[in-house]
């Protein structure tokens, strides 16, 4: 399987979307179902056998030449954003069929299991990485128990998916399995600077994701003086500008309010209430979370002065993640043998490599981003970096199966 038949893949699933004018596939829409149909095709015409567990991770599982339980995972999400691009996270699932397929039947001394992680985004349930936390026995009874916007609990949209919560407990990572490569595109422009296709990921930085609340008075527009007023919007508004200002004086700190949800709502009322969602990141845990309690102290300081309240609260809190030394060793290995310059580089975006690092070696390879755009429709890939990424991957099997005989 070649780079076009790859992208030409990308853009076909990209067309499985809840909104008709953009891509949106949330965890266990109906759009995904759509999409498990057609990887599961893929799969087994590449040699693999397909399941779907309780989480509703696609997973294909190629056998080693021998009884044996070691095992390589190679995966990444099939969920998105809102309005999203073709190649986030679900390249790396074909990129993975990709290089199962090149094997051509041949077995290695290890098995390959391909994961299609239901959730990494978190959009529909606010809380990101559901997929991925059931491999690594983590997805608990408060996951599980949060709801959607329409009032849908986790295990609620497993039920009504066909699946069943009480078979969580299988879909844990078995014993065996020895290490996570995840192949994504970097979602960023620091490869595209550089002139370089690859990248091989050695950390992941640390998030912080949390709603603050602003909570004034909702009044009457035109007859409420300004001296008079408790202007949630307004509160939130001055707040989120020290967020930018914060940010951008701290080196390396990423801080964003990317969602707000304003009440009543309407043109002449005065809000009364404005949720705010804030996402904080970097790759020093301290500076992070020292960050943060800074922005919040400075949300309930803007709150007071503006006659409101300020309260939030925290939905996740992820450790910054060092990848695996010896896999990312394997990884340059394999770019290098590849015939492609070697550049390692953190990531600033969370992945499921962080979530499967809690239990086994994990290690990431990037792509270049055109135009270092990603969650966005205009997100795209070059052909010849997907090239460079099947070349690196089988030579990184090539390298395993070496060291694993």
Avoid: K
Avoid at 97 to 119: C, K, Q, T, Y
Avoid at 159 to 184: N, Q
Avoid at 310 to 320: C, F, M, P
Wanted: proline letters at 6%; glycine letters at 10%; hydrophobic letters at 50%.
């Amino acid at each position: 399987m070649r780079a076009g038949e790859i992208i030409d893949r990308c853009r076909t699933l990209a067309v499985l979307s809840e909104i008709p004018d953009g891509l949106l596939r949330t965890f266990l829409s109906p759009p995904m179902r759509q999409l498990h149909g057609l990887l599961r095709e893929w799969m087994e015409a590449a040699g693999m056998r397909t399941a779907i567990d309780a989480a509703g991770n696609l997973r294909g599982l190629y056998p080693s030449s021998a009884e044996t339980p070691r095992r390589l995972l190679i995966g990444s999400h099939v969920d998105t954003v809102p309005y999203a691009g073709a190649f986030d996270g679900v390249l790396g699932v074909l990129l993975a069929i990709a290089l199962v397929d090149a094997l051509g039947g041949r077995r290695l001394p290890f098995s390959i299991e391909v994961v299609a992680f239901s959730d990494e985004e978190g959009i529909r349930f606010g809380a990101p990485f559901l997929g991925s936390r059931a491999l690594a026995g983590a997805l608990d009874a408060a996951l599980l128990g949060r709801r959607d916007a329409d009032g849908i609990s986790v295990e609620e949209a497993i039920r009504a998916f066909g699946l069943d919560p009480a078979a969580l407990p299988e879909a844990r990572l078995s014993r065996g399995v020895f290490a996570y490569i995840e192949f994504h595109i970097e979602q960023g422009p620091v490869l595209e600077s550089l002139g370089l296709p690859l990248g091989v990921v050695t950390s992941i930085a640390g998030l912080s994701r949390l709603s603050v609340t602003f909570r004034g008075q909702a009044n009457h527009a035109g007859t409420t003086p300004m001296h008079l007023r408790r202007d949630a919007l307004a509160a939130a508004a001055r707040w989120i500008s020290l967020v930018d200002r914060y940010a951008r004086a701290t080196p390396r700190l990423a801080a964003t309010v990317g969602a707000l949800d304003v009440r009543p709502g309407a043109a002449n009322i005065i809000p009364g209430e404005v949720r705010a969602s804030l996402d904080v990141r970097h790759p020093d845990d301290a500076v992070r979370q020292r960050s943060t309690a800074v922005l919040l102290d400075d949300a309930r300081r803007i709150a007071a002065r503006c006659g409101v309240a300020a309260e939030w609260q925290s939905h996740v809190d992820l450790a910054a993640t060092a990848c695996d030394p010896w896999l990312v060793a394997a990884l340059g290995r394999a770019v290098s043998a590849a015939g492609y310059p070697v550049h390692r580089m953190p990531s600033g975006a969370g992945h499921d490599a962080m979530i499967l690092a809690w239990r086994i070696p994990a290690a990431m390879l990037f792509l270049r981003s055109p135009g270092g755009i990603s969650h966005h429709p205009d997100e795209t890939v070059h052909a010849a970096d997907v090239e460079a990424a099947l070349a690196a991957g089988a030579a990184l099997l090539a390298d395993l199966e070496q060291r694993q005989a």
